[in-house]
């Protein structure tokens, strides 16, 4: 056994970047998967002139980058690029006269970009940018009408995340520096253009538009979307943007938000970034949501008619505490923006609706992370991850920042309870608010403000088997969920014959008591089984992204070649990676299952964004 070391020695061990501060080893500030060099130059205000040119699936115009000079002897700013044409650089010099300033851009990798070195013989305070994007820009989609709800606009929108913002603007993309800005954008009239900043519910409709985003954001906040799209209120501050045919339904599923906006601001403080909309995009977001400072992204495969996936809307609320106002600064200490994001989401979840929910969705979430960490090296299942530069991070996305992230913040609830835990977070979020910090910045502030105070509530080695150990420690205790029992025996009755499926009392089961059933289900079904569930609960058929998330791979699994017609439907009218890559996990298992997958893929590869693109394709290209 460990003998206990005092409590400085021990952080030193929890966090071995605090003890190896040398030369060599850069900071865990440090950003590997960014050029920019923040400790020379910073962006302090980005001003953003773009041509939206649906034709040319172009954003074409002028970046003035703002700098904050750091270095005195730096003469060097390195911007993050990927497929962008540069034409012009420019620095406007004290006098207000512009320069031209020598640029060159480095080889491409396929990962970063290009890094857009531009040279200077002095700091200038302000340079300009002339650039277009690339029709394939990582970070934008172009759909043609036919993809969208109305089928008679074009669409098109952006996802920043994690380090696509460099394909539509040359810029620090790196969430360790946090900028404002402001846009002019031009298109074409009938069309309404949306950023992640001042969106004015009543703006007229022209083609013309000017956004300001006031606070500091990272670069991977940055958002733009363009298309047919509406605004109907939710109240005085929050309000859904959509499609006109979608945009009611949206209204209705969605009708809880300000509740939960006060649910927040009760536990976390209040909400700083004014209004809080939502954007419903079509079935290709490649996402279920994506936290958008005052505007968040939506899949609209979470409008089920019966709320019980608004869980999602909690989820990209809670950023605007966890992530967009405390900020991981590089990617490797994600879970301080996911896994305290779902910490949150499950207290908003609790309060709303009531804890029968957010316990089934715990239950949930740690079966996925269960399943998910038995196939993961060990190195990848600890929160504070290890800098990992050649690794892509839209290939790296894991439960392990959400979902064993949120566990240890519900560890500690447990341990030092609400009434210290609660306004620990609450002064967390004020400390650091519009900052970029890292895993041992947040060590340190909970040693001095809530482990200092209650020492004998956790230990030091607790803390580390949490953050730099692989696995869930033996000491955490697990979610569970009363209502999941039921479903388990109901499951268990069917499985052992004593009951048909139609004698089973599911009448008053929602999205989450489906999905505990089929997860439960064995790897395998009998062509009866399948055929008995089919027939009584339509499960082929259903909407529900969740339910068929689940269904399609067993019935896949299984041999049960009558749902391929709708599996074929369904990977083509969705684009959203978490739903459509499980049943292509299933199908590329046989050498059938895989040529299905692949023409089913060649299909829908026109109406993918290009992180779904890339994982399905990944996926087909593995070697069996
Ligand atoms: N910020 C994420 C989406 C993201 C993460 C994009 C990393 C790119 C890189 C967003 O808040 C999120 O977590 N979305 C989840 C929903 C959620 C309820 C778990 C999703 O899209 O599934
Ligand atoms: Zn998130």
Redesign the pocket.
């Known amino acids: 056994m460990r003998v206990l070391l005092p409590l400085a020695l021990s952080i030193a061990m929890i966090l071995p970047a605090f003890a190896a501060k040398t030369h060599d080893a850069p900071p865990r500030h440090h950003d590997e998967h960014s050029w920019a060099e923040p400790d020379k130059v910073v962006i302090r205000d980005l001003g953003l002139d773009l041509r939206v040119d649906f034709g040319k699936k172009q954003l074409r115009g002028s970046a003035d980058l703002a700098l904050t000079w750091k270095d005195p002897a730096a003469r060097e700013l390195l911007l993050d690029t990927r497929d962008l044409s540069i034409a012009k650089v420019l620095g406007k010099s004290g006098d207000g006269n512009w320069r031209r300033l020598q640029f060159s851009l480095g080889e491409r990798d396929a990962i970063f970009g290009q890094k857009l070195t531009i040279r200077m013989k002095r700091q200038y305070d302000i340079v300009r940018i002339r650039y277009a994007t690339a029709p394939e820009a990582s970070g934008l989609q172009w759909l043609e009408p036919s993809m969208t709800a109305g089928k008679k606009h074009p669409f098109m929108f952006s ?1 920043s ?2 380090i696509h913002a460099r394909s539509w603007v040359p810029l620090q993309d790196t969430p360790g520096v946090r900028y404002t800005y402001s846009a002019h954008i031009e298109t074409d009239p009938e069309l309404m253009a949306l950023m992640s900043a001042d969106n004015a519910p009543d703006a007229s409709r022209d083609g013309d538009y000017v956004f300001r985003m006031q606070q500091p954001i990272p670069s991977y906040l940055m958002a733009i979307s363009v298309g047919d799209l509406v605004f109907r209120p939710i109240s005085e501050r929050a309000g859904v943007w959509a499609e006109p045919g979608t945009v009611d339904v949206a209204v209705k599923e969605f009708a809880d938000t300000e509740r939960m906006i006060q649910t927040t601001e009760q536990l976390y403080g209040p909400y700083r970034w004014e209004r809080y909309d939502l954007l419903i995009l079509p079935p290709s977001f490649p ?5 958008n400072p005052r505007l968040s992204f939506i899949t609209p495969t979470v409008i089920v008619g019966d709320k019980s996936l608004t ?2 809307i909690a ?2 609320l809670a ?1 605007s505490w966890s ?1 967009n106002l405390v900020t991981n600064a590089s990617w490797k200490d ?1 879970w301080l ?2 896994g305290f ?2 910490y949150v ?1 499950n207290r908003i979840v609790e309060a709303v609706y009531g804890t029968d929910l957010s316990q089934m969705e715990n239950v949930i979430s740690q079966f996925g992370l269960h399943a998910e960490m038995q196939e993961m090296a060990e190195e990848r299942q600890v929160l504070a991850l290890p800098a990992l530069p050649g690794v892509d ?2 290939e790296a ?1 894991t439960d392990v920042a ?1 979902i064993k992230g949120a566990w240890f913040l519900e560890f500690l609830e447990q341990r030092f309870g609400r009434e210290a835990f609660d306004p620990f977070l609450r002064s967390y979020f004020n400390h650091f608010a519009f900052q970029s910090i890292d895993t041992a910045q947040f060590v340190e502030y909970l040693n001095s403000e809530l482990i200092a105070k209650n020492p004998d509530a956790v230990t030091q080695k607790e803390l580390d088997a949490w953050l730099n150990q692989p696995g869930i420690p033996a000491f955490a205790t697990a979610a569970k969920s009363a209502r999941f029992d039921a479903v388990d025996a109901a499951r268990k009755a069917f499985l052992d014959g004593r009951k048909s499926a139609g004698e089973l009392l599911t009448a008053a089961w929602t999205t989450q008591e489906w999905v505990r059933f089929l997860e439960g289900m064995p790897e395998v079904l009998t062509g009866q089984q399948a055929v008995d569930l089919d027939e009584a609960f339509k499960l082929t058929t259903s909407d529900n992204g969740e339910i068929l998330q689940r269904w399609f791979p067993l019935t896949v699994r299984s041999g049960y070649f009558e749902a391929r017609p709708a599996i074929a439907q369904f990977l083509q009218r969705i684009g959203r990676r ?1 739903l459509v890559m499980p049943t292509y996990e299933a199908l590329v298992a046989t050498p059938d299952g895989k040529e299905f997958a692949r023409q089913v893929f060649e299909k829908a590869k026109p109406g993918y964004h290009p992180i779904t693109t890339a994982s399905v394709e990944a996926l087909l290209a593995k070697k069996p």
């Open positions: 996802q995340q994690a996402f279920g949501g994506m936290e869980s999602l989820h990209e950023h992530g994600m923006n996911e994001t779902s989401e991070p839209d996305l959400y978490k």
